[in-house]
């Protein structure tokens, strides 16, 4: 029988983490949807031609108000009907109907209070870098980066209109704390993607609007959420094939760990061959550190969650999420309702026909994969003059 772990706090007071805790909140953390490695198709690394563009400047991308719902009963249920706009909501909506009373009292309580809305969204840790996401350096910053923050203004927006206080979107990178496991420690490109994204959202007017905030900053005792993480660790090893449930969500996540998460020096093709294999057969050293991303990823996750880290910095504000899954974090497209992948997991590609149709690049630009990009024939490297970095791709059209 699997025994409880009790950890004392400096206060003496007690933590509990018990197998059943573990079950019950392992599901929260991680998305169970498999997906078969071998199925994504290969598409051969090319030469692409490129185009030099001056400059890019915010002022492509003007500012649009989404309307609350006509009906909306007060400003609460009409702030609530903006953020379940589906440009704006992630997923489907069934998912969040038994959580909008608790979004609709989060709201409640600051509109009573005449305060700015709080969101609290984590995300934006860095470019990744498996061979198959994005091909960029750690701190670079493209045109994904660019939407992100064109689509946190429409949202401030949009609230403000109907509702004078507005509102405050934090986002939370993780960068730094799992730096270990995705950067191989280097945090300095970190601080650098950070800082760049500081000095875009005041090309955007967000200062005092958006805040980028370290997840890690949040935690006040290292020592406690250290031991809490090593705990929880060690009861994931235990419960490691001998829990279905525990079992099937740490094999999906070492699959996606491999493929999408883990920095390689591999080449696209390199990568591709490593993937075809199955998990027990590739090199032991890889199998190693693949396992011990998944544990550690899951470890610091479920430690933030058992500390309430995020909610004791945030008691009130609205817990956003980049996933949608049925619990109470209210999920957001950071680009549009078009795309599933975040700008820091993938490329920006602009279709050029929409573009010159609708003059809006921000419902004309998906992100994409690395490697996808190699199956459109028209496939194009836009650059801003004086980066060696492609800024985005252009491709006539997604349906080649």
Sequence with gaps: MLTDFQIITQDNNYISLSPLWLRENFSEIII?????????????????????????????LTPRIIHPNQDALNTSSAILSILLKANIRRGSLT??????????????????????????????PHKKQSPLTTGHSMDFVDLGEYLLMSQLR????????????????????????????FTNNDKSLIHNYMQKLNDLKNQFNLNGLVNIEGLDNLIKDRELFAQVHDDIKRLLYTLYKKDVLITQGLDILKKAMLVFNLPFDHSLEEHFFLM??????????????????TVDYVSTLLALKKLDIIKMSYPHAIRASVHDKPTPNFPLNLINKKTSIFPYNGIPVVRRGKY??????????????????????????????????????????LNE
């Design 32 to 60: 169970f949807k498999n997906f078969d490695a071998q199925s994504l198709p290969y598409y051969p690394q090319r030469n692409l031609p490129k185009n030099v563009i001056d400059d890019f400047s915010t002022e492509i």
């Design 95 to 124: 998912t969040l109907e038994p959580y909008l009373h608790t979004f609709l009292s989060k709201i409640n309580y600051f509109v009573e209070r005449s305060e700015p809305i709080q969101i609290v969204l984590p995300t934006i």
């Design 154 to 181: 429409n949202i401030l927006l949009s609230v403000e209109k109907i509702y004078n206080p507005g509102a405050k979107i934090t986002l939370l990178s993780d960068g730094i704390l799992l730096a270990d496991i």
């Design 276 to 293: 075809k294999i199955p998990l027990h057969k590739i090199p032991y050293n890889i199998r190693a550190l693949v396992e011990y991303a």
């Design 356 to 397: 010159e149709r609708t003059q809006n690049i921000q419902s004309s630009t998906k992100i994409i994969r690395l490697y996808e990009i190699y199956k459109y024939p028209s496939a194009t490297e836009i650059f801003i003059d004086g980066q060696d970095e492609p800024f985005y791709y252009e491709i006539d059209s």
